[in-house]
């Protein structure tokens, strides 16, 4: 009989196999989501969340912006970014003979 931690080996193994792994993109949302409700929870503002994430000012140079003018902000900024990633990353469209 094989030692206990072989045999939980094997059967995290057996697990992890049933497992699917998230589609590409899903967990870095995920963790952008924890990181931007994290900011939030310690005071940080929206304009400050953009400037970390590398957003461009949505306004004018002389004119402040509100939330939600940020807030659509980073969303475009993250969508796009998640479409460059997207169609850098091989899909099943991209298989031999598919």
């Known amino acids: 009989m094989a030692p206990v931690h072989h045999q939980d080996r094997r059967r995290q193994h057996r697990d992890d196999d049933r497992t699917q792994l998230a589609p590409p993109g899903e967990l870095g949302e995920e963790l952008l989501a924890r990181a931007v409700t994290a900011a939030l929870t310690q005071g940080v503002s929206w304009a400050q969340i953009g400037a970390r994430l590398g ?3 949505p306004c ?6 509100s939330d ?5 902000a980073i969303v475009d900024h993250e969508n796009a970014r998640a479409q460059r990633v997207h169609t850098t990353m091989p899909g099943p469209s991209s298989a031999p003979g598919g």
């Open 55 to 57: 957003v461009s000012d």
């Open 68 to 72: 939600r003018q940020w807030q659509d």
């Open 60 to 65: 004018a140079p002389d004119r402040e912006c």
